[in-house]
Every structure is written in structure tokens, then in C-alpha cells.
């Protein structure tokens, strides 16, 4: 059974960094691609970042850019979201996402409130 679970969501203030961490079992996790979405309040959820099996091929929503970086350790079992320049705009929950033999599954989400 796959579980994902997401932690380092919290507040921060605008120009400020946080690293979101996404803990995965249930299934051989170096064998997929991982991904980051976020939902802000009341509008869709948005596709954030992607990365590879070995790291490889990350790719980003432009709206992200140059101040997120996508990384996963296959040791541990885990793929980060290191956020950098954070803008209020980027306040939403954060969620980790895998599609394994077509399932698609989620973590419960981090919060993470950017204001002053």
C-alpha cells in the first residue's frame, strides 16, 4: 500500500526558504518519477516540480522557476522541495504525488503560509 507523507510545511515570511520533505513506502521508490503540487485557497490544484528516477530530469512550473529545487535521496526514501524567494503567491498546501501501476496517490499535505 503506498503512503506518502509530507512535513516541513510552516509559516514563513516573504524572501524567506523552507525544504518540504515527503516520506514514501509501499512500493519501490527509486523505480518512479516523484512530483510536488500545491493547491492555494480556493483555487485548483497546480503541478509544482518533477524529477526523475536517479534524480535526473527535473522540471518546474514557470511560476517556480529558479527559486525551488526538486531532490530525492533513494536511500532514504524520500524526495524534497527546497523553496527559496518565497512570494505570498506561494502560499498553498504542498503535496507529494507518485502514479504507480496507474494509481494515482497522494500525501495528506504540508501548509505553508507565506506572509508577513
Known amino acids: 500500500q503506498v503512503q506518502l507523507v509530507e512535513s516541513g510545511g510552516g509559516l514563513v515570511q516573504p524572501g524567506g526558504s523552507l525544504r518540504l520533505s515527503c516520506a514514501a513506502s509501499g512500493f519501490t521508490f527509486s523505480n518512479y518519477i516523484m512530483r510536488w503540487y500545491r493547491q492555494a485557497p480556493g483555487k485548483e490544484r497546480e503541478w509544482v516540480a518533477r524529477i526523475g528516477t536517479f534524480g535526473n530530469g527535473a522540471n518546474y512550473a514557470d511560476s517556480v522557476k529558479g527559486r525551488f529545487t526538486i531532490s530525492r535521496d533513494n536511500a532514504k526514501n524520500t524526495v524534497y522541495l527546497q523553496m527559496n524567494s518565497l512570494k505570498p503567491e506561494d502560499t498553498a498546501v504542498y503535496f507529494c504525488?507518485?502514479?504507480?501501476?496507474?494509481?494515482?496517490?497522494w500525501g495528506q499535505g504540508t501548509r505553508v503560509p507565506v506572509s508577513s
Open positions: 504525488n507518485v502514479i504507480v501501476y496507474t494509481v494515482n496517490s
